[in-house]
T-cell receptor, first 108, second 118 residues
């Protein structure tokens, strides 16, 4: 099956810093989503981005499908950005395979 | 409204009990999902319903029995579980139940049910 690798596994930053999270995948995909899981377990969808670039406030994402990677950018980090960021990819209609996640800690 | 609700929030059950988890969405989505997430691990897909029919079963043990009574509701019936089944159970829904071309199949997750099996 498709493999999803996220880096770095852990990231600790001060409030106000910028960060880049990476997601590599082993095969072509037609579905790629970024999620944020807060400390209480709620998964929030950040982007549906199988290709191209999108921005939403301080967050943006770019997927280069031909090179099989996606990047999530977080600018001017806030403590509420802490949590685990997951990249999930799919080749079919519905099945998503999640990466292991990047655990982000933003210190005040 | 992009809300998926799940009940109960927490559940503690013995290995001989029968219980059910419930999930509801009112976004008109035609695909609904059950995921299992162990601590410090990513979610793992268990089941997918598309247009109220089971379309994916990821070789889940029969002690987990899904049910989709209508397009808004999804249940997960639990029977004779093992302690290793303790986990966070997440429900999700998405619009494109048949992977329609050009339709973003964004998945929206509920808050989960934290299950402990004693």
């Amino acid at each position: 099956g498709i493999q999803v690798e996220q880096s770095p596994p852990d990231l600790i930053l001060q409030e106000g810093a910028n960060s880049t999270l990476r997601c590599n995948f082993s095969d072509s995909v037609n579905n790629l989503q970024w999620f944020h899981q807060n400390p209480w377990g709620q998964l929030i969808n950040l982007f549906y981005i199988p290709s191209g670039t999108k921005q939403n406030g301080r967050l943006s994402a770019t997927t280069v499908a031909t090179e099989r990677y996606s990047l999530l950018y977080i600018s001017s980090s806030q403590t509420t950005d802490s949590g685990v960021y997951f990249c999930a990819v799919g080749q079919g209609a519905q099945k998503l395979v999640f990466g292991q996640g990047t655990r982000l800690t933003i210190n005040p | 409204d992009t809300e998926v609700t799940q009940t109960p929030k927490h559940l503690v059950m013995g290995m001989t009990n029968k219980k059910s988890l419930k999930c509801e969405q009112h976004m008109g989505h035609r695909a609904m999902y059950w995921y299992k997430q162990k601590a410090k691990k990513p979610p793992e897909l268990m089941f997918v319903y598309s247009y109220e029919k089971l379309s994916i079963n990821e070789s889940v043990p029969s002690r987990f029995s899904p049910e989709c009574p209508n397009s808004s509701l999804l249940n997960l019936h639990l029977h004779a579980l093992q302690p290793e089944d303790s986990a966070l159970y997440l429900c999700a829904s998405s619009q494109a139940g048949r992977g329609l071309a050009g339709v973003p199949d964004t998945q929206y997750f509920g808050p989960g049910t934290r299950l402990t099996v004693l």
